[in-house]
């Protein structure tokens, strides 16, 4: 056996692993989610119909699929709850991941900027809050934003209100449990590309007349759009299916998607349409991953 042979059939495996494991773990269990989306619901287990027996052979698999509609389509598109809870979590989510980009970009930039030797330092702060469970530290917001919780104690202490502020059970605090969470998610595709940028082009701008504000619109901002691409993606899309922290933080004024598969997965047992809901959903999500994708496209064949 040559050497070429050797060193090809390993990288053949390696190039061709990843679409393995995207069909085992996520294309097949999306298929039967899709199925499920297209069936009706029942009482019997599974609660829902046609159950496809593979026992009955080929006519039994296709009087199943004869069965399948998109009854569960039509009833997403025409009640006002799932249309209400979609919006809600498009504009929590856009909202959220703004103030993300807002509070993100300047702590990866004076990331970017500090002596080499303290910026592993300041990666490990970034990353120490993923040391904990999730659950734990929303938890944690929990007793610091309560009535009598710290919050409260610090500001009444300071003097800064008079009474205690209601911070639970309220938009403020799911907005505040959201970037506290996801944070990390934006600083890192950030740090990563405002380090790769090289110093010398600041000082090309400088030169060529540029002010230090100018240069940094002009140059930096530009450079860094495809770790804001990243970042946005990683945390807007994420926070489109939050369940967790607008359950436990937010009031039960109005819902949003995550919670809406809950109440029909687990409560309603309606799979069908907590299916349809969440194809729907990765149909909606798709959009920006393509818009990136394209972005990306451009930006290496410019380069």
Known sequence: MSARRIFTRPARLAAIAPYVWMALFFLVPFAFVVKIS?????????????????????????????????????????????????????????????????IGYPVAYAMARLPRRWQPVAMTLVIVPFWTSFLIRVYAWINILQHDGLLNKILLALHVVSAPVVWLATDRAMYLGLVYSYLPFMILPLYATLARL?????????????????????????????????????????????????DLLAGS???????????????????????ATAVLLLAILLLPLLVYDRFQRRQMRRS
């Not at 119909?49 to 199943?64: E, F, I, K, N, T």
């Not at 804001?228 to 993606?233: E, N, R, T």
């Open 38 to 102: 297209l069936s009706q619901a029942a009482i019997a287990q599974p609660p829902y119909m046609p159950v496809v027996m593979l026992a009955d052979g080929w006519r039994g698999l296709v009087a199943a699929f004869g069965a399948l509609s998109l009854d569960n389509f039509r009833l997403l598109a025409s009640d006002d709850l799932y249309l209400l809870a979609g919006l809600r979590s498009l504009t929590v989510a856009a909202t959220a991941t703004a103030l993300l980009l807002l």
């Open 198 to 246: 090289d110093p010398a082009l600041l000082e090309a701008a400088g030169d060529l007349g540029s002010s230090p504000r100018q240069a940094f619109w002009l140059v930096t901002v530009p450079l860094s759009l495809p770790g804001i691409g990243a970042g946005v993606l990683l945390c807007f899309i994420p926070i489109v299916g939050e369940f967790v922290i607008p």
């Open 253 to 275: 004024d109005s819902m949003m998607v995550g919670q809406a598969l809950w109440l029909e997965f687990f409560t309603n047992r309606d799979w069908p349409v907590a299916s």
